[in-house]
């Protein structure tokens, strides 16, 4: 079982950029992917992307590609995502995820329910 705390989340003008980091405490001997949703005022929640560190696997979602960069830390202890070039449409509360995987994120990490711990959120608004 691991816990999951979010920071770094604020607001920003577009175009701007932004690092959210996620503390990672429990049970890290396992083997989990580990990953990044989001939710936009009146959206549905929508992956952004995942890693797998022991496959050196990363994964994001078409809308962030080329922007966002998710990477975690030496020790396991915390995951991050650095967001550049940020627009209106990144508004939206950000939530990292876990899930003890022994075979790699893939498939389904976009997948809403594949996940089992879920921080609670830091919220991220892009304004002029």
């Known amino acids: 079982q691991v816990k999951l705390v979010e920071s770094g989340g604020g607001s920003v003008q577009p175009g701007g950029s932004l690092r959210l980091a996620c503390g990672i405490s429990g049970d890290t001997s396992k083997r989990y992917c580990l990953g990044w949703f989001r939710q936009a005022p009146g959206k549905e929640r929508e992956a952004i992307g995942a890693?797998?560190?022991?496959?050196?696997?990363?994964y994001y979602t078409d809308s962030v590609k080329g922007r966002f960069t998710i990477s975690q830390n030496n020790a396991d202890t915390a995951l991050y995502l650095d967001m550049n070039n940020l627009n209106f449409m990144d508004t939206a509360m950000y939530y990292c995820v876990a899930d003890q995987r022994d075979l790699g994120c893939h498939p389904y990490w976009w997948e809403e329910d594949k996940w089992e711990y879920w921080g609670q959120g830091t919220q991220v608004t892009v304004s002029s």
């Open positions: 890693i797998y560190k022991p496959y050196s696997s990363t």
